[in-house]
């Protein structure tokens, strides 16, 4: 069995469900060994490759591998050493490396010693030190260690402390440039990060040579994102004129490769199933109109009658797209949630789904995601929201059974 270690991103409860369902995905065979708000250790018979598997994912800082190294309090200097040591006859030049530590401090001593042992053993070394935290993605890129160094981690587990050797770190560079480069924007609507598209494309576990679609595409990010993740047969629409000409600006743009494959039209949600064949459709991922912003100063009618008519805006468009859903297909959606009270509002309810023929799926085990997700909201959803912001999202999984 090979162990893998997972440093999850800042909505640990999406970052673990898509891990989860890029495994399910690919069938692998796996477990969950350990699992906290910040790290995920997972077991599995298949050999997996860090950085492919890092290509794959939106929610993950770093991947490390698991090594067979397990004390009760802070391992023992030489014990690290000799993994650092073996990294750096692999590269050229001065050895930079770097520890970190998820729910145990790391003392600068610690680096300071593997520093000198280095050093006596022939290797010249440079620390970098996290400042009594875990160093981010931003410092390893600067720092070159995943490329020209190497980063330790260090885990605390019900049963030690667990050492783990990263082997990728997310390519966040990359994420901001298709967030903030793109030539088709529209602040005033909102703009889905690339990140959260890919982690929605992720958990619907689409084959790749399926059809996927995005009925209320935007600026065209959930399409963008599936398409760099290899999927050939993708479409989406938007009722907005401007949001069509967005999405195709921003795909030529980022895919930088022949687009004529996807198809993008201007068209009304509910009316989709004019446009596709029954049962056509592998899965739907997609961000439906959250509604005007509010500014908070909104009464509880005010936010009864935007959630009134949200719902009934979802509700006509997923009774379209289950006409062109094939059987056990998945529509991963978001639902609003609005800030009402020091409360959540949401405009649909778990029956509501229910008794439209749609099964809502549990993303994760119940007790990883009371464990990992403490905002108390609506529907049994994962969660992202920005602190700042007076609208949650609620991405939810449905399947059509029948």
Same mark, same amino acid.
């Given at each position: 069995m090979h162990?893998?270690?997972?440093?999850?991103?800042? *909505?640990?409860? /999406?970052? /673990?469900?898509?891990?989860k369902a890029v495994f399910e995905n690919h069938s692998f065979d796996f477990t969950f060994s350990y699992v906290s708000r910040d790290v995920a250790l997972i077991k599995s018979r298949h050999v997996v490759d860090a950085h492919a598997l890092m290509e794959?994912?939106?929610?993950?800082? &770093?991947?490390?591998?698991? /090594?067979?190294?397990?004390?009760g309090t802070t391992p023992d200097p030489?014990?690290?050493?000799?993994? $650092?040591?073996?990294?750096?006859?692999?590269?050229?030049? &001065?050895?930079s490396f770097g520890i970190s530590g998820y729910g145990v401090t790391v003392p600068v001593r610690l680096g300071l010693e593997c520093k000198r042992l280095l050093r006596e053993g022939g290797v010249s070394?440079?620390?970098?030190?996290?400042r009594g935290a875990a160093l981010t993605a931003p410092q390893i890129k600067n720092y070159k260690l995943d490329s020209e160094g190497a980063e330790l981690l260090l885990i605390k587990t019900n049963n030690g402390v667990a050492v783990a050797h990263m082997q990728a770190v997310q390519p966040f560079e990359r994420f901001s440039e298709r967030d903030y480069g793109r030539p088709g924007r529209d602040a005033k609507s909102g703009m889905l990060p690339p990140k959260v598209a890919r982690m929605m494309v992720n958990l619907a576990q689409c084959p790749h040579h399926g059809l996927l679609i995005d009925p209320?595409?935007?600026?065209?990010t959930i399409l963008t994102e599936a398409a760099l993740m290899g999927y050939t047969h993708i479409a989406g629409s938007d009722i907005s004129e401007k949001a069509v000409n967005d999405t195709l600006k921003n795909i030529a743009w980022v895919v930088k490769k022949r687009t004529e494959d996807i198809?993008?039209? &201007? #068209?009304?949600?509910?009316?989709?199933?004019?446009? #596709?064949?029954?049962?056509?459709?592998?899965?739907?991922?997609?961000?439906?109109? $959250?509604?005007?912003?509010?500014k908070g100063r909104e009464n509880e009618k005010r936010i009864r009658d935007v959630g009134y008519e949200l719902k009934k805006l979802y509700l006509d468009s997923l009774r379209a797209l289950r006409a062109i859903l094939k059987k056990n297909g998945r529509v991963v959606l978001i639902v609003p949630a609005l800030r009402f009270?020091?409360?959540?509002?949401?405009?649909?309810?778990?029956?509501?789904? *229910? &008794?439209?023929?749609?099964? $809502? *799926?549990?993303?994760?085990?119940?007790?990883? /995601?009371?464990?990992?997700?403490?905002?108390?909201?609506?529907?049994?959803?994962?969660?992202?929201?920005?602190?700042?912001?007076? $609208?949650?999202?609620?991405?939810i999984i449905l399947k059509k059974n029948s």
């Open positions: 162990t893998l270690a997972f440093i999850l991103g800042r *909505e640990p409860a /999406l970052s /673990l469900a898509e891990i794959e994912l939106g929610g993950t800082i &770093k991947i490390g591998t698991v /090594l067979p190294v397990l004390k030489a014990e690290l050493v000799t993994e $650092l040591r073996n990294a750096a006859r692999a590269k050229k030049g &001065k050895f070394a440079r620390y970098v030190e996290g209320f595409c935007g600026s065209g198809v993008v039209k &201007k #068209f009304d949600a509910r009316r989709i199933a004019e446009l #596709f064949q029954k049962n056509s459709v592998s899965a739907v991922v997609t961000e439906p109109l $959250l509604g005007p912003p509010l009270d020091g409360g959540w509002i949401s405009p649909l309810t778990q029956h509501d789904f *229910e &008794k439209n023929e749609w099964f $809502l *799926e549990e993303p994760l085990p119940v007790e990883y /995601l009371s464990l990992l997700q403490k905002e108390k909201i609506p529907l049994p959803a994962l969660w992202w929201h920005r602190p700042d912001q007076r $609208l949650g999202r609620q991405i």
